[in-house]
């Protein structure tokens, strides 16, 4: 899939990280088949917890930076009880495990971001992806459809990636705040994972996250990625007006690319059969012969 192109702070003090929780994008909603209160196995309880926050919150919030956008009566709370089917007096017995399980579902998106960005780098070379020509989003189509392949892939999620590509364009499975989040963790790691690449021995720190012992745990960003995230936001959604048809380009490159390796694979086959029959005779029969026999 691959291709080579050229392409926490005090409440008061903080910037808060803007999401898509009062847009009208389309994200996979998570049907609540029972109570989670009447629920007692903890195993369950947490999984139906990480259930909500990967596919209802996620694709819309990556960051929860104040203590207010925890509060019962936010958005972000409305969301988590509906999903779950819990009364607003119960959002203090969950709040934390959501605000938990939201970081671990950033962290671990991060982590396979730079791994995924490292194997490509390791194939294709360092230079064979330019920053700055994906900072211009849509504008360069070879850059902007090598982010989505690589990058906004990873951050939904490769096997939804591979069901959606070819039958929504970018801006119906990519919520804006998913492209912002992917764009500044690609910012953020850039030139470490070059030198990790280069086998450098000395290596640049992220931008606005810590490495080195513990960041897996505590890969926490700093105000000032926060604030480079909302830039990006803005960025996104003014690039998604500027150049809606470039969506449809994608797309309809995606189709005609799987169009072609259905082809291609249907022709294998065909010559695989036409190998394995050569030499052999078929068996006559009475459905062939001009009498036939009744």
């Known amino acids: 899939r691959s291709r080579k192109s050229t392409g926490g702070s005090k409440q ?54 104040l203590e207010s956008e925890l509060e019962a009566g936010s958005k972000l709370a409305a969301k988590c009880l509906s999903a779950l089917n819990m009364e607003r007096n119960q959002w203090s017995s969950v709040k934390n495990q959501i605000r938990k399980q939201l970081k671990n579902k950033r962290n671990n998106v991060q982590s396979a971001i730079k791994k995924g960005l490292l194997r490509y780098m390791e194939v294709h070379g360092v230079d064979s992806i330019s920053l700055e020509h994906i900072r211009e989003g849509r504008a360069r189509r070879e850059s902007f459809q090598w982010f989505l392949d690589e990058i906004a892939s990873v951050v939904v999620g490769l096997a939804f990636f591979e069901q959606v590509k070819c039958v929504k364009t970018p801006s119906e499975w990519l919520t804006p705040s998913l492209e912002a989040f992917g764009l500044v963790c690609l910012e953020n790691y850039f030139e470490r994972i070059k030198s990790e690449a280069r086998k450098d021995e000395t290596k640049p720190n992220p931008l606005w996250t810590k490495e080195g012992r513990g960041s897996r745990k505590n890969q926490g960003w700093n105000q000032d990625g926060i604030r480079r995230y909302n830039v990006l936001l803005d960025k996104v959604r ?11 380009v994608y ?17 294998r086959r065909q010559k695989d059969l036409a190998n394995r029959e050569s030499g052999l005779e078929a068996a006559n029969d009475d459905f062939s012969s001009d009498s036939e026999c009744e």
Request: without cysteine.
């Open 238 to 248: 003014q690039d998604r007006a500027a150049f809606q048809k470039e969506d449809q």
């Open 12 to 65: 008061g003090t903080a910037t808060n990280a803007t999401d898509n929780t009062s847009t009208n994008t389309s994200v996979p909603s998570v049907p609540s088949v029972v109570h989670f209160n009447a629920v007692e196995n903890e195993a369950v309880r947490n999984a139906m917890i990480s259930r909500v926050v990967n596919e209802t919150i996620f694709p819309k919030k990556q960051f929860i930076v």
């Open 251 to 267: 797309m309809s490159a995606k189709l005609e690319e799987k169009m072609r390796f259905e082809n291609e694979k249907l022709k």
